[in-house]
């Protein structure tokens, strides 16, 4: 862990600038930030060092947009010195103990650091944020993979570990078939790994994909069948009871608005198998 060692100065917000590594594609609503800061101060000072310009942001971006937000004309900085690799660690470290990055984001400052810039093994990265050189190694493999994929993960649309599942199959076009298969079907990284296995002993043998997917699908088209009719009969049997007690206006509309609902339930199943069956075809065609 860094000690920094520098001076704590109030800063011209117009003299400081994001740094030239910003880890963060995106950087979210930061509305509540904002009014905490207007309301408590600015806890923590933002990190920055002097260039012949202005001063570089190494940590801070996000407390720096919102103290902009509020319109201050100045905010408390930290002023270091630091070099290239030091102010990445620096912004890397504090991004990580705050999770703060998605896994894309993650991954690729984690190839930076290490293939692009090469200041550092994984081994040596993994100590310095304190994590395991397989969690390193896993984010780093994480942005090989197709921008479809990436796109997903870092929408939250998938669960990483999941994903991490396809590391084996090398084909893209697979991958990105599969990826969208986990996001749909929101399957577990269990799940994922038995059917890699399965496509690796078949030799990504598409018939075999086929066939093991019909089984599975022909069960689930069963089950929304069944809803359908369990609800069908209700409604019939609710039909029933309704004739019954058309003089009693008040349970009239109560039993009126139940059938109602049963039948916007029938709507909503059609609609669930429909759009399973879609993905089927989907993942059917993997090849």
């Not at 590391?167 to 076009?173: G, L, N, Q």
Request: glycine share 4%; net charge positive.
């Amino acid at each position: 862990m860094y000690e920094l060692i520098g001076s704590i100065e109030d800063i011209e917000t117009s003299d400081l600038a994001p740094g030239q590594n910003t880890l963060r594609s995106t950087i979210e609503s930061v509305h509540e930030l904002a009014l905490s800061i207007k309301q408590n101060g600015l806890l923590q000072p933002i990190v920055v060092r002097a260039t012949d310009k202005h001063f570089e942001i190494i940590a801070g971006n996000r407390r720096f947009k919102a103290c902009k937000m509020l319109g201050l004309k100045k905010i408390s900085c930290h002023i270091v010195e630091l070099d290239d690799k030091s102010a990445f660690e620096i912004s890397l470290i504090e991004n990580v103990q705050r999770r703060s990055l998605n896994p894309v984001e993650e991954g690729l400052a984690f190839k930076r650091y290490v293939h692009e810039f090469g200041w550092g093994g994984i081994s040596q990265l993994a100590q310095k944020i304190c994590r395991s050189p397989s969690f390193v190694s896993r984010r780093i493999k994480l942005v090989n993979l197709p921008k479809t994929m990436l796109d997903l993960i870092s929408q939250s649309l998938v669960n990483v570990t999941a994903v991490e599942e396809l590391y084996p199959i090398d084909d893209a076009h697979i991958q990105s078939k599969l990826s969208n298969l986990i996001s749909d079907k929101h399957m577990s990284s269990r799940a994922v790994r038995k059917l890699v296995k399965s496509i690796g002993s078949k030799k990504h043998n598409s018939d075999f994909i086929f066939r093991q997917s019909t089984s599975e699908c022909d069960r689930i088209y069963k089950s929304f069948d069944k809803l359908i009719i369990a609800l069908r009969i209700a409604i019939k049997k609710l039909t029933t009871l309704i004739e019954k007690v058309e003089d009693n206006w008040m349970i009239y509309n109560v039993m009126m608005q139940h059938k109602h609902m049963l039948h916007q339930q029938i709507d909503l199943v059609i609609k669930e198998k429909i759009k399973y069956k879609k993905n089927y075809l989907c993942f059917r065609t993997i090849n």
